[in-house]
């Protein structure tokens, strides 16, 4: 693994966004379960209590610290599309997740919407490890430890938003 940054800043229609992409040889409803089932998700993320049909879980990190917290699925069309808030309050998160098929492979777009650029310090070491954990869980690697991802605050600090589509170009 090359523990490079991957993540950048994208506007949406409802603000900031770090994005990050992972490509996968696999079908869509393989990765999807990888990401939408309690199952799938431990050994590379976490676990999640709850009934997910009705629109509210509970998550929690698989860290020896973290507690668990309320998720609200907005949206979710398997095996392709989700949309949540993680946390409540202030340290809520506003997550997608997208999924395409083609050609024998899968294109994961993940993003998580920003209240600032600053904040992509924080949050694209954080998901940049997580992703590759779920490749490494994927392949048989081992998983990769989070020190490997402390140069990437650097990386992330020093984005740029795009101009909004609104914004006029010079």
Partial sequence: MSFKPTGRLAYRE??????????????????????????GL???????????ETGAVRFKLDEP????????IIKCIPPKRFTADIGEGDA????????VEGAG??????????????????VGPFWDHYFD?????????????????????EYYSELIPPKKATEPTT
């Fill in 14 to 39: 409802d603000g900031l966004y770090f994005m990050l992409d992972r490509l996968f040889t696999a079908s869509k409803e393989d990765v999807w379960a990888s990401v939408s089932r309690s199952a």
């Fill in 42 to 52: 431990h050994g590379w993320i976490g676990t999640y209590t709850g009934a997910p």
């Fill in 65 to 72: 610290d973290a507690e668990w917290e309320y998720v609200s």
């Fill in 92 to 99: 809520s998160r506003h997550v997608i997740l997208h999924l």
């Fill in 105 to 122: 492979m899968t294109t994961l777009t993940f993003g998580q919407r920003l209240h600032s650029a600053a904040e992509a310090a924080r």
């Fill in 133 to 153: 954990r779920l490749v490494a869980a994927r392949t048989g690697q081992p998983l990769p430890d989070r020190t490997h991802y402390q140069p990437h605050v």
